[in-house]
């Protein structure tokens, strides 16, 4: 029998680790930079947005659209946390009817119907209720509509309400069926969307008149369900799937979490939402009530305009502006509502999709793509909410990783939406990008030293495209400790590099905390079925209990980093103001070492020269590396 050291088997357990860490690194770790600020006429937003005006209107007027661009008007608005950045607007030649007077001009300030986003302000209410302690999301329905419970166990096909929390409906996993008494083929209406006059035609069967929802907007008349005959008629309907199995969208969860906020509140759903949510963030143009034609934009086709969706107000019954929904947008995304971990929560998704960019959220609608930036792989997240009624069509669209938000509303041809959306989205995001990476330069980049002269410790930081704030020097103690975190982090040393990553996190007034990872240029070819391509940690390499991997930069007032403090090296080192005092320092460094080493002209290029190392007489491992200093900011 062998016997092993404790020390071999102690490096062969971290060498295990610290390949596991190295295979699951990715190209580039999502949100390396914080978000930009923004305003319009930021670093060249003015530009965008003048291209997209122009692009906007000639694809309206032109009839270079791929929609019906004569019966089609749209408003759309760009914000970030602080301001609206955009809006641009269009009213169709050929508009619908209006019953008392003709529409005003269009703007951002035009009504339009915003169908299921609606669902979102329900969302946001309940997690207010939540707040209040009126609530939990983990609650049963039936504790907040006491009708289920006495409809229990009436049919063993329907659902199980205790089992089915305010969080499911929400998320769309309560298992529920979409709706009750809308789009119902025994509504003739909606057969005449289907271009035919009977369902029998069509080979459905002759039903029993007790089958058919005694209401509907969908029916003669336009009657909208009562409170009792949507819960009614749930008795009567089998389950989907059973709770939080699969999601799969339904407007009757809505409705659901509707009757709830009134069974909490004691106020009618419009009310709700209008004391909660409107009032407090200033939106004075949003509504449950139909505003004034006049106020409004009204397609020539058939529309949903005058529908009364009563129960069904909190699945989609919302009347508002772009200009009041990219102010809901930066407020969600400003935290003015709700505190930062439930918001943060929020954004999280809460069931997969049959497609691997798409995911459930509460109730957003969450898509995943890395094809916004030209020069990089990254992965994006942006949080979005459709809705569609006849006639209208819309979207909200958050991108928490550069605090932007865009809002779209058709009133028309829906195949606006898409096209208007894309259009922003392929022109904005890497502008916005751009400015990111820029501002995070001029904050963070350059070098930091010790002041004292006893010390040889320093850092170098530049912000390279995608990447990210990139550690391109990293001395302790006259030790190159670049190169031993990674031989630490990187033992197949694969190519790769040191990059921070923001933790959204403060270590006191006018602090930022960074995190360091050490991430592959590349991604190591596997043909293993489970195998993770990201960065599955932070926080590795502690020494005494402080993280070896922890950035804290000190920012002045104009938000510039002075210092950075290196909790694991118990240091903080000084932002070097330019290149003669960081050239002095080098040779005081030098003479102290006494080492011969040559400094080559290149070490003070400023344009991305090659670091390496110099050649140094003693041992190789005290000798200090010189590498290239990013002065970018000074």
Request: net charge negative.
């Amino acid at each position: 029998m062998y016997r092993v050291s404790a020390n071999l088997f102690r490096w062969a357990i971290l060498y295990a680790v610290f390949c596991q860490l190295a295979y699951s690194s990715r190209l580039e770790p999502a949100n390396p930079f914080p978000p930009p600020t923004l305003h319009p006429k930021s670093q060249g937003l003015d530009v965008i947005f003048d291209n997209l005006e122009r692009d906007f209107q000639d694809a309206a007027r032109n009839g270079s659209s791929p929609w019906l661009n004569d019966i089609t008007s749209f408003s759309v608005a760009v914000t970030s946390t602080t301001q609206t950045l955009w809006t641009n607007s269009y009213t169709a030649p050929i508009l619908g009817n209006y019953s008392n007077g003709p529409p005003t001009t269009m703007s951002d300030q035009s009504y339009f119907r915003i169908a299921s986003i609606s669902k979102v302000f329900t969302v946001l209410a309940i997690l207010l209720q939540e707040k209040a302690g009126n609530c939990s999301l983990r609650d049963p329905i039936s504790r907040h509509v006491p009708e289920l419970n006495e409809r229990a166990g009436a049919d063993p096909y329907t659902a199980e309400w205790d089992s089915i929390t305010l969080e499911t409906l929400a998320s769309q996993l309560s298992g529920i069926p979409r709706e009750y008494g809308q789009c119902d083929l025994t509504d003739p209406l909606t057969d005449r969307v289907y271009l035919f006059d009977d369902p029998v035609d069509i080979g459905l069967p002759p039903v029993d008149d007790s089958d058919v929802p005694p209401c509907g907007r969908n029916r003669p008349g336009r009657r909208p369900c009562s409170r009792k005959e949507i819960l009614d008629g749930l008795m009567k309907l089998p389950t989907s799937f059973e709770p939080n199995y699969k999601a799969t969208y339904s407007n009757l969860a809505f409705v659901l979490l509707g009757f709830a906020l009134e069974n909490m509140t004691g106020l009618e759903y419009a009310d709700v939402v209008r004391s909660s949510i409107f009032d407090p963030l200033g939106m004075e143009r949003a509504s449950l009530a139909r505003p004034p034609d006049t106020e409004g934009i009204i397609p020539s086709l058939p529309n949903d305009w005058n529908v009364d969706v009563g129960t069904y107000g909190s699945t989609g019954g919302i009347y508002t502006t772009a200009s009041d929904l990219a102010l809901f947008a930066r407020s969600v995304l400003a935290k003015k509502l709700l505190d930062t971990t439930t918001t943060n929560a929020w954004f999280h998704p809460r069931s997969f999709s049959s497609s691997w960019s798409f995911a459930y959220g509460m109730p957003w609608e969450i898509f995943r793509t890395s094809d916004m930036l030209p020069d990089s792989d990254r992965i994006q997240t942006i949080f979005t909410k459709g809705g569609a009624l006849n006639g209208y069509y819309s979207q909200l669209l958050l991108i928490p990783e550069y605090n932007l938000g865009l809002v779209v509303l058709v009133a028309g041809d829906g195949h606006a939406t898409r096209w208007l959306r894309e259009k922003v989205l392929k022109l904005l995001i890497p502008a916005v990008e751009q400015i990111a990476r820029d501002q995070a330069a001029s904050k963070l980049s350059g070098s930091y030293m010790s002041n004292d002269a006893t010390i040889n410790s320093s850092t170098t930081f530049e912000v390279s495209g995608s990447r990210g704030l990139v550690l391109t020097s990293w001395l302790s103690n006259g030790t190159d400790f670049l190169a031993q975190y990674g031989d630490m982090s990187n033992p197949k040393r694969k190519r790769g590099h040191v990059q921070l990553t923001p933790s959204n996190v403060s270590r006191g007034k006018n602090s930022e905390v960074w995190r360091a990872a050490y991430v592959l240029d590349e991604l190591l070819p596997s043909d293993e079925i489970v195998n993770a391509n990201l960065i599955v940690d932070v926080d590795i390499f502690s020494y005494a209990s402080r993280s070896l991997e922890e950035f804290v930069f000190e920012l002045d007032d104009s938000g510039r980093a002075t210092k950075v403090t290196l909790p694991g090296f118990r240091i903080t080192l000084n932002r070097q103001a330019d290149r003669e005092t960081l050239d002095a320092f080098v040779r005081l460094r030098l003479r102290e070492s006494d080492k011969v080493c040559t400094i080559k002209d290149s070490y003070f290029d400023q344009h991305h020269g090659t670091p390496g190392r110099r050649p140094v007489s003693g041992t190789l491992q005290k000798c200090i590396t010189v590498q290239h200093v990013g002065v970018v900011g000074f």
